[in-house]
């Protein structure tokens, strides 16, 4: 055992070999640890937020009418302008470029049908129409100086072979006259002579039409046929032109009603069957609250009504608006009449079939009288060059205003605010569209 023992050793050169290598790992470990924290040190202050003073934009009574709710009511925001854009062909949704929500510009393409059809009945039709250009221009160029010289070459040897026939018949009428051929063979001889003629004068005035030419009429025919041809194309350029749908007005998808592969018809449709329109949309800076207004608070109310418009969603933004339109006629169930209010300062909280309030403000019951705007001031020092930043979600947005010149500290905004904004107050020198701010405290 002790000799055994006597013979164990410790590799004494391989642990200093691997410790060389653990040496190396843990330094560049701990250094590209070092890196990655210097980097997001370096991020971090590159993309902190900037710290600003905000203040709340509140409109202020512009002083023409009385400000005391006389009524309130509650309805829906509507869209003053829904749109259901249809296509104008049959066919197969192949692509559609939208999605619920999507904001479009007019003749923005947002819906493809497949159009091979419609491309072979265009080729087809330019074709059909290729043809008759080329048959007009065959009839306007007359015949080829060579057609003329056929045709009168075939008359000449008709004539000659006419001559030769005329010498036959004489010489046997003679013969017969002597009694060397019996009579058939003069009937035979003259019969050739009679058809040789005929065929002459048939050739003779063959070489005189070929001579002249077409007629008027014969050009005017497929004149004719040309324009309709050319009608023709234009209807099929037009429907190939209608696979492809484009949003008519600038505005917001509210619903997409097809999925690529679905049919699409021009047609009466069923629950389950093609549809008949492929997406909505409105624009959304056109909005109105649509009020069912009780019969017995009808007359408080009167044209163009100034109101303030609530909604239960943002119980803390206000917006102005003003009665855009009454119905002509009333509910005789509900004994009510429907008023839409026209929003004066929409903005992105607000959506379709939203719920919402409206307090209507005395005096504003003259008919026709305009809608008095709120009057909005605020500090000087955050205008710059006729912009100014707000806050929303955490960024800065920058907007174009219109405003007056300077009076006491203040600034009166003729345009772009319209109240409710949280405004950033003075703006560094620095600070860009879409940048995070941070709200400074106190």
Do not use: C
């Not at 934009?57 to 869209?79: E, W």
């Not at 049959?90 to 497949?114: F, N, P, S, T, Y």
């Amino acid at each position: 055992m002790s000799d055994e023992l006597s013979k164990l050793r410790i590799d004494r050169s391989a642990k200093r070999k691997t410790s060389g290598w653990a040496s190396k790992w843990i330094v560049g470990g701990v250094a590209l640890f070092l890196l990655l924290g210097a980097g997001r040190t370096v991020y971090e202050r590159m993309n902190a937020a900037t710290e600003v003073d905000i203040r709340r934009v509140q409109p202020r009574d512009s002083g023409g009418a009385s400000s005391d709710v006389i009524l309130n009511a509650t309805g829906y925001i509507v869209a003053a302008h829904k749109i259901q854009v249809a296509s104008k062909v049959v066919g197969r949704v192949a692509w559609i470029g939208v999605e619920k929500g999507d904001k479009v510009r007019e003749g923005q393409v947002i819906v493809r049908l497949e159009d091979d059809e419609y491309r072979a009945q265009l080729q087809q039709a330019k074709g059909q129409l290729a043809t008759l250009q080329a048959r007009l221009e065959e009839l306007q160029n007359g015949s080829r100086p060579e057609e003329i010289a056929v045709a009168k070459a075939n008359w000449e040897s008709a004539k000659a072979e006419l001559a030769n026939a005329k010498v036959s018949l004489d010489r046997t009428a003679n013969l017969v006259k002597q009694g060397v051929f019996p009579k058939q063979n003069l009937d035979d001889a003259q019969a050739r002579f009679d058809a040789q003629a005929a065929r002459v004068a048939s050739l003779e005035r063959t070489y005189e039409l070929v001579r002249i030419g077409p007629r008027r009429e014969q050009v005017d025919a497929v004149r004719g046929q040309i324009v309709e041809a050319q009608g023709r194309v234009a209807y099929f350029e037009t429907t190939l032109s209608n696979t492809v749908i484009k949003a008519p007005v600038t505005g917001t998808i509210l619903e997409r009603a097809v999925e690529k592969g679905e049919f699409v018809t021009t047609s009466f449709v069923g629950e389950r069957g093609a549809k008949g329109y492929v997406v909505s949309l409105a624009d959304l800076n056109d909005l109105q609250v649509e009020l069912d207004i009780n019969q017995d608070d009808f007359a408080k109310l009167g044209t163009r009504q100034k109101g303030e418009i609530t909604t239960d969603a943002f119980r803390d933004r206000k917006y102005q608006g003003y009665i855009y339109e009454i119905s002509p006629e009333a509910n005789r169930q509900k004994a009510t009449v429907q008023v839409k209010v026209k929003v004066m300062n929409p903005d992105e909280y607000l959506r379709p079939d939203m719920n919402a309030s409206v307090a209507f403000l005395g005096g504003g019951k003259a008919a026709g009288a305009a809608p008095v705007g709120p009057v909005i001031f605020v500090p000087a020092t955050a205008v710059r060059n006729g912009v100014v930043f707000v806050l929303l979600n955490g960024r800065a947005v920058k907007r174009t205003v219109k405003h007056g010149p300077a009076q006491g500290g203040e600034v009166k905004i003729e345009e772009g605010l319209f109240g409710g904004e949280d405004l950033i107050v003075a703006p560094p020198a620095g600070l860009k569209d879409g940048d995070r701010i941070k709200v400074r405290q106190g």
